[in-house]
Every structure is written in structure tokens, then in C-alpha cells.
């Protein structure tokens, strides 16, 4: 079980949260003059990197707000966390 | 001294610089690809690169849940297709892979659990797979040590029943078909990594590995959880998510258990292995992770869901935990087919479900790279089916964890 | 072996009464289930699993291979090590042949706490306690766990120190797992977030590689010296067989305490080559490494065997720490640490002896040289795996089973390692070992699940009201968590007649239902319009204020997700409600988008499902029901009109909305109250309702009266493929503005025309239901593989049609209306023909009442 950092609460057991996959991925501005290619990686495509990973949780069990995380994949070492809307700081 | 052995499985060659096919990654899947290549359409300048040794990874991490009870006319037909071949598959590899059809059990614990598994019956049957319904009755007349009484939180209200389903041992199966491939001359390349593959003019080429380079008329990846790294390494991207997924074991116990349960709702899915051991699946953790493990909370519900359905396994124990990493796609279905880059073909996104689908995922792919074109079977399972919609949603539908 | 008049660590005081495969035999206070059987005489404990051999008592600790029992009481348990179970009055065990036996649910509840800690020391061995100490002292908050018995020193209020406690995983950012065994029937599991982890869990021994190395009286050197100075058994003859110094102690131990001891050293350049015995050991040939041939016979009760010492680095392995081979001490030690943890004392390799290492003993027969005793794995085994072509470790485990049993292997692993590398001609650095996982030892289902066990296994969620269902015979289906409602059976009624009946009171009087657990969400801010805009398909900037207005949200694949009912309150703020089951996912996904994607966006969402109860009063009568029990609200038409709410008090002071709101058609309404007044509310418009002659109903009746109209159930009628176009609810869709999903319903595949589409089926049996989940064909008569054209979503009898009806999806469906299909079922082949999807007042002229 992971031990996530809330930018908000701090270190919370990961039973607290549920998981959002990966951050910065944005709505498409203007949907409807997405491809259908384009519109497919919005809705179906995201990242899945062996090693560092930028991915999105919510507090779900505490503040209820959603944040970004930087975490390994092969090792589930936590780098930090850092608020949604920011670039990654890690 | 090897090459005389009675008992020889497979020799460990050196890599050729060359081979009509290179399939990347030596788990059930790929060596299955390999063998059927070979097998049934006469292609043996063949190598499967695995980085760690055959086998390694999902092929022998997994529950050993075999069916083809899905809802979807063309995942019923691929899964079936598959179960056809598990059927035969110890006569035609001449190895005791322990298939025993002893029915696996799908439990409905509400009333919208018991239209799907109706539903799925249905479909089934008018697919020709062999499906039942039986209500609670029935499920404590097939098996007595699921907890049928009204009262449990999560009651068994009836369940499907798929007679010809059931479990074999993965070991064995690895050793068979590898055997098999070997034996019909597919070079088993272990300890080789790719580490790249070469593209030129929108065709592969190559690949890269620790190695040397291996040049290849067509590439097949079977890479699994790493499906979307080593696809990665020819700039395709793919629509998957890489997920750990344990299971675990009891110490070897008398008879107790006959068939194979699953249960969406209580998220358990559980049978008893022939030497003896309880081995039970649980639910996928929720974050993505190439670790090889995953969280302890996720055991912990999953025994507790556990004895809600056998209260006699409160004494069991617990005698070893694992994780496996699973590629899981959008729509719970995978993708067999090709990619934007000519001659590269990929077989992933089988999810929590691949054992399964060992031989039959094996055969298409296999019958894809011998023509370079999707066989019937597998021609829903496409990339294009993120962009046109059609996808194969064995989700919510077929209401089953894996 | 025989107990001496005094010495051990026992309490000679007390004679325990334990029960041994039906047979009473003697222990005191100390001993185990082992200590106890040895000093009974007994050495046959256990058969093997594949072949069925004696097996004895080959340790005195958790790395046993052999001695695995089943217990009958105090606690049942099948497949325990003899040397793990502390003997208690009243045990009962008996023998097994390597398959436990279940003896029914565990009744027990099992503790689990959570603690946090600064430090978690893990064994209570020399450098555990060094460990413990300077820790405490440095005033950190410290868990020190130790497996044996105890007890260990008090170390101040900041300390938790628990013995009989194992430390069974170890999982990301230093959760560990314990296991305390707080009586012979209870455990208790600590699960311990640590700052850091020292590991002090020390090593254990290894046993050497001979014919007959598994006949009962060999045992590992370490355990005869253990069972002589703790327990005072004493053999009257020994062979003890070594590689290393702490063999050689062992035997001038067993030799002081008055045994005839032989030393066998192979660093002298002898071995046990065999050791010989039917059913236990008599005795051992021994002779020289080099000349196996030149063998002498020794007599012996006991050969201890010393073949080195294994670190023990579970915990370690677990966190996937690195190991490396040490060659001196022929063993595997750490290699590199894992984050914030640190090994210490015997477990590093410190004070391990130098061992002369000898894997396999040369001249015996291979096929009873056993490496693994708890797998039954022999040297003829492996030689087998690795003719075979296997060259990796796993391979070897997989194809020989080497490693895998109930013990994990730790006996087996290393020897199996070493002589797999001797046969494949390469050194066992190269080779490795397998993975450790976790538990460290066995921990039982009942254990694990805790106290999550029949109630508390999931909560089930109900409303105010539920006494009152209970109390007038309701019959309950699980939705979600909830309890709700499914029928009322009235007395000598079965489900259809009580449906029925409770349809005909909806279409013809009034009637109730607890609609509580529909979700319900407070949406509030100045931008609330715009946000629900942007994700229900129809809009609601447009929406007035007092008024409600039916959504349909999709997800961004553009299939239906969850429907409900949004009224505006107020200019900045509206309340959404939800289906039973998807009130949490709704919430959820709402605060996903409002944080991540548009957190510009000025609203506030709160969930306040449970703060409100809902009573739906439906029917002709019910603006009687409801005139007489809110005097001050003018229910005519003109003043209340569809699709508007009230708000008033109830009782004088619990604020009280009515909603016009149908779901049936029918006249109808909704009144919420806050949750304290949701059973006086049920209770109040019952009242009101009896000389009207109010009918309770279930979800069963809200089903039929909703597909008579054909409103669609999200999650029956959708299954997460089905887009609101499907469902022909395109007056819902907004042409006009972007909502999430919408762009999905365009692409190729999703715009088809020949989807599958709802639509209504008539029977041509009116008195024939069909089943939901039946399919749909057009040729009854084709072999399969049959061409579906859909399936059955809802199927009911309906009182108001006076037959049955179903809703189903079907491919081109809209174009298939008043054309036949059929269903071939288990019992024969039932014929529909298509209809429009509503049943009943296709006009709506009934929801003015």
C-alpha cells in the first residue's frame, strides 16, 4: 500500500485515495473539429511508461481534491506531488 | 549431451543475424505465435527474444482460469476458438498440460448480475458454446461449498455454468509448447532484451538487442504488461495501461473444492489446483506499475470476500502472494493485428484474461504474420477500433473480473 | 531422545495434557508441539507428500521442511510446522501426509491494528535488541517484534514490543505486516507503517545433500542443540555431520550433556554418505569425500547436520533488496538496500563460520538424495530438470517443483541452486536464487479477512424507513449497497400478483415508495448553469429557476453513463439527482472534471444523498394525498405544474420540497425532508394516504410503470455500449452546444445507422413473459453460429395492458417496427413482433392526473 502525499492533508495510506491516471492530458479545446484519430488518443490513448510517471489522484477519503503525483512505475518510489494545473515540479 | 536427453524441452541457440519472423517476448503467447508459424504454415526461420527466461512473466503468474463463456459474437468466437484448441493441445503437443475440464462457475449476486449471466447464457448457446443457468439450487447441487444461504450479504442468487470450462497447469503449458516450437525448429532466444527496433521507409526492419542486431522479414510483439514500452520503441503507440494483478496460493489441502468460481461482485475468482493448493485471483490494483506487485489491501478484501463464499476456508492459509503485470485495453478486449508500421504486428491487451486464450491468441497472430493480414477471427480486434467506435466492450457485459 | 531430570526452559511445574494421533503424551510450559513429540519418543511425525516417506523433526524453528501437522484444538489448522505450535493443556494434533484438511469456518474474529512508528526493529536476537534500545533511548517511537515467545524487556511508553509476533511482509514505503499470536485460538495483525525498518531476523541453518538425508532422526545441528539446551533432550547417540565450526560446537554441546557423539567433518575430507534406517534412522555410513566406496557404519539415534547458515532476508527480498553469493560462508547475503531500511547482525553474514561447502555428498543413491524434504525434490530430479535444457533457476523450480512448499524452500533453495549450477557446469553466483514473497510464513484466510466477516464484511446501506418495509413484508433487493424494496407481498400473493397489484394502485389510486437512495447532489456557484451545460447532453442555462428538467450525462466514449433529474433552485445553484447505483461515480466524475479540466469554473459540489429522504406519492390520487397532507400548498395543475417544486415546512419545522416529478406517467410527486424526518414523513403521507386507499410498492413496480412508458433504466436498458441516440432520446441531445461525449457520437462506427436500437416487444402470446437477457433472431431455425439481432432489457407484465411486454435492443431496430423476431430460449422458441418503446398513454395525458 502506498504511502501517498497529499499536497493538502500530507502523507496518507493510498486506501484514502483512488487513482486518476495520467496527468496533462488535456480536454481537446475545440472537440468537434477533432479527427477521428485526434479524438481517439483524447479518449482512449494515455501515457504508460516504465519508470517516472506524472499521474493524477484524488483524496478521496480526506479533502476530496484532486492533485498530481510523480511516481516510478517499476519501483513505486514517490517523487512528490504538486497541485493540479502546475507543471510538474518534480 | 543435451541434444540426446530423453527428456529435452528446448536447446538455447545463438540468434541468427537474420529470420523470416522475430517475435518479441517468450511467454505463452509468443511461443504459441512461434509454434503455430511453424505448425501450420511451414514458417521455421523463426525466433522468439525473450529478456528473462520463457515463461517468465504472465504465462505462469496467473490463475489458470480457462473458458470461452464471453458475451460478444466475436470474443465468443476467438475464446472458443481457443478452448477448441485447449482441447486438443495435449494429444497434439504430446504433453500432460493437465487440462481438466471440471466447469467453472460464474456467480450472480444481484438481480442485475443474474440478467447479464442470462444474457450471456443466451448468447452463448446461439454462438455454440456450451452455456447454463442454474439458480441457487443448482449452484449448491454443482458445488456444495459455496455459501448459498439467502442470508449473506452478497447472496448467490444463480450463476452460469460453463461445463467445458476449467483450468490446466501453466507450468507444463510453457514447457510443452516451447518444446514444441523448438522441436520444429523456432530458435527460444533467452536472456535477449530488444532494445530497439529499426524502421525504414514505414516498415520494420529490424531489431536491436542486447545481442546484436536481428533482422526480420515481419515482427510480432508479445510483449504483455510491456506491450506499450516495446511497441514504444518503433514510435507506435498503443491504447493500453499497465496494471499489477495478484493472486496467491493456500498449502496443498484435501479435495474441497470441484470447479472453478468466479464472482464479479464479491471479487473473487478460485480453484483448487491438482496438486492440492487453493489458488484464488483478485481485482487489478488501480494504479499503473511495471513492479510486479501490488498493494496489500487488495489481499485483504479479496480473503475476506473469499469467506463470505467458502467459510471453509477460514483455516486455509495463505502460503505465497504475487503480481503479475497486465495490459489492459479501453474496452477489456485485446488487440491482435497490425500497427501504423508495415510488418510489425502486435498481440496484447488480453488484460486479466490471456491464459486463456494462450493457444487461440497464438493461432490467429500466428496466421496474421504468415499473411500479413488479420484472419477472420481476429479482424474486430483491430487498432482501428479506437477510432471508428466498434469497439468490443467485455466489460460491463460479460461481468466477470477476468 | 530423552528428556534429562532438569535444564531447558521449561516449567516442570506443570504437565500439559496434548493429544498426539489419538495417543495422550507429556509437556510442560516451553515446550512445542516438537519438543514435546521428541521427548515422547516419537520421531515419525509426518509422510511425505509425493512419496510418501517418514519424515521427522528436522528443525527447531520456521524453517522446518518436514514436521507438518495438522491441529485439531485448541484452534483447528491444517498443515502447521510441530515446531512453531507452543504446546498448551488440551492440544491436539495429529499426523498428516503433506495435505491439510479444512475443518469448517473459523469463528474466531481476528484483530487488526495500525500503528506508526519512527523505528521497526524485527527480531529480538542479539542485534535486534541493540537496535531496539538505541532507538529508544534516542527517544524515536519504536515497534521491536520478535517471533519467539519472550517476553522482551520493557523499553519505555514509546515502545511497542511484541513477542510472538512475526513479521510476515513488507510492502511499499515500509508497511509491514505482523502477525501476533495473542492466544493459542486469536491472532492479531499489526500492520506497521515504519520511518525505518532494521532487519535483525538473523539466519537459520542448512541442511547437506546425502542418501537418506530425510529419514526421521536427521535433523539440522542447530535444532539438536536448541532442543538440548531449551528443552533438555539429549540423544544417547549422535553423528554429528558438519562443514562448519558451529557443528563442531554442537557436538562437544550434545557430548557434554552425555551422548555418544562421532563428529563427520567435511572439512577434514569426510561425509555421511548414507544414512540408513526403515522408518527412522539406525545408523550411517560414513567415509571418506574422496573414497565414498570406504564406508564404516556408525550407529546413531540422531545425525545432526550442519551444511551452513542462510541469512534470513525475506522481508528484505520482498522490497526486491539484491543478494550476492558469499563464498567463504557459502551463502547468499544482502547486496545493496532497500529505501529507509537496514540490515543488521546475522542476517548481514555477520558472524556466520566459514563453511567448507559440499552440496552433494558423492556415493549414494541420487534418487533418495533429497534437496527439497517438503517438496520431495532429489538430486535425480534435478539432474532430470537440467538434461532437459533448462538453465534458469526458475525454470529448474518450476519443471522439479524445488522451493515450493508450505516451508517456501528455505531449507532447499540454496542447495538446490548449487548443485543445479554444478550439473550445468557454472558457479551458483551466476545461477541466483528464486523469489521470496510474500508471507514470510503461512497466515490463515480468517486472519487476513479480519473482522470484514458477515456484516462487516461490506456495509449495507438503508434508509430511515426500512423498519417500516421490514415490518410490512418487503421483500429486498440489493442495489448497490442499499437494501431497497423490491415487492410487497401481501398474504397468500405471489411476486406477480403482488406487482400487479401494486401497479394497478399507481395507475388507478396512489401509491408510495422510499425513493431515498437516489443520489442526490447540491450543485451550487455562480457558474453552476455553465458546468452542468458542459456535461449533461441537454442544457440548462435555459432552465428557470423553480423548474426541473431530465439529463442524461455521457462519458467522454459518448455510451450513456447515468440519467437523473435536475432542478434549479436558485440562479446559482441546482440539485441533481442520480440513479441508486451510481450516485457515488456521478459525485466522483462531477469533481473530476471541475477540479482538473475546468477548475476556472466557480461551483461547489456536495453529495447529500443520505441528509435528504424522498417519498414518491404516485397515482390519480396522489394530489389528494398530498392536499391533505400539505394544507398550504395549491396542487392544482395551473398554480404546480409538471416539472416544478414547492418548497414548505413539515411538521412546522423540517424544511420539505415537493417535486411535480414522474416516472411513471402518472400524476406525480416527490417530497424530500431532511433524513430525521424521513420516517416521520413515510408515516405522515400513509396516514394521509389510507382513506385513499395508499399502496406501498417496490422497485420491481417502479420498474414496469417506468417501461410501460418506455423510460429507459441506466444499467438495464444501457450496458455501457448504448448511446442516448440508441435509446432514441435524441430530443435530449443538444445540437447546439458542446457537452463531454458528444464528438464520440460521430465517428464512423458510432454514427451508423444500424445500431442496435430500443425499442418496445409484444409477444405473440400475450400471457408469455420473456426473459430478460433473451436473444433476439430472425431465423429461429439457423445452426449456430445463430445471427443475434439483439436482446430482451426489461420484460414484465403489465396490469395496465392486461399482457405482457418487454423493451429490448435491436440492431436497425426502428426500422424493424411491427416486424417479427424471435427468441430461442431453453424451452422453445418465443415469437415478438416490434413495436414503438411506449406502452402505455403515448399522449401523456395521465401525468396532469
Redesign the interface.
Known sequence: MLLIPCPYCGERDEVEFRYGGAAHVSYPEDASAADDREWSRYVFYRPNPSGRFCERWVHQHGCRRWFNLVRDTTTHEIAGSYAIGQETSA | MAESHPDLLWSSPEPRGSYDVVIVGGGGHGLFTAYYLAANHGITNVAVLERGWLGGGNAVRNTTVIRSNYLWDESAAIYEHSLKLWEGLAAELDYDILFDQRGVLNLAHNLGDAREGVRRVNANRLNGVDAEWLDADGVRAFCPVVNTDPGIRYPVLGATLQRRGGIARHDALVFAVARAAAGLGVHLIQGCEVTGIEVTDGAVRAVQTNRGRIAAGRVGLCAAGHSSVVAGLAGVELPIQSHPLQALVSELLEPVLGCVVMSNAVHVYVSQAHKGELVMGAGIDTYNSYAQRGSFHVIEHQMAAALELFPIFARAHVLRTWAGIVDVCPDASPIVGGTPVDDLFVNCGWGTGGFKATPGSGWVFAWTLAHGEPHELNRSFSLERFETGALIDEHGAAAVAH | MRRLADGGRLDRSTTLAVTWDGREIEAHPGDTLASALLAAGITEVARS?VHGRPRGIVSAGAEEPCAYVQVDAPR????VAATLVEAVDGLVAAPLA?????????LERHDRRHHHCDVLVVGGGTAGAAEARRAAAAGLRVVWAERDTGPLPDLGDDALCLSRTTAV?S?????V?LVERVSSTRRRMW?V?AGEVVLATGAHERPLVFAGNDLPGVMLAGAARTYLERFALVPERAVVFTTNDAGTETAEALRAAGAAVTLVDARAGHAVVAAEGEGRLRSVLVAPIATPADAERVECELLAVSGGFEPVLDLHR?R?GGVRWDAPRACFVPHGTV?NQRIVGTAMGDGLPTVAALWLVPGGEERHAYVDLQRDVTVTDLR?AV??????I??VK??TLVGTG?D?GRTAKTNAAAIAAGLLGREIAEIGTSTT???VE?????V???R????R??P?RTTPIHAWHVNHGAVF???GQWKRPWYYPQPGEDMDAAVLRECAAARTGVAMMDASTLGKIDIQGPDSAEFLNRLYTNSYDTLRVGRCRYGLLCR???MVFDDGVVTRVAEDRFFATTTTGGAAAVL?WM??WL???W?ELRVHLTSVTEQWQTVAVVGPRSRDLLSSAFGAIDFSNEAFPFMTFRDTTFHKRFPARVSRVSFSGELAYEVSVPSDAGRLLWLGLWKAGEPLGVTAYGTETMHVLRAEKGFVIV??DT???VTPIDLGMDWIVSKTK?F?G???LT????ARPDRKQLVGLLPDDPSVRL?????L?LDPEQA???T?IG?VTSSYRSAALGRTFALALVRSGRERLGEPVYS??ADGITAARVVEPVFYDAEGLRRDG
Open positions: 507428500t483447528s489448522e491444517p498443515l503433506g495435505f491439510g484438511r479444512l475443518a469448517g469456518d473459523d511482509g510492502y511499499d514505503d515500509n508497511l505486516m500492520q507503517r520482498h526486491r529505501r532430470r538434461g532437459a535444457g533448462l538453465e534458469s526458475e525454470h518450476r519443471y508450505v517456501q514473497r510474500p508471507p503461512p497466515v490463515s484466510f480468517a487476513l479477512a479480519g470484514a466477516r458477515g456484516p464484511f461490506e449495507v433487493e440489493d442495489v467522454a466514449d459518448g466522483d469533481e473530476e477540479q482538473t479540466e477548475p444499467g438495464q450496458d455501457g455500449t458542446p463531454v458528444r464528438r464520440s465517428r464512423p462506427d458510432t426473459d430478460e437477457g433473451a436473444q433472431v449456430p453460429p445463430v443475434m436482446h430461442p430460449g
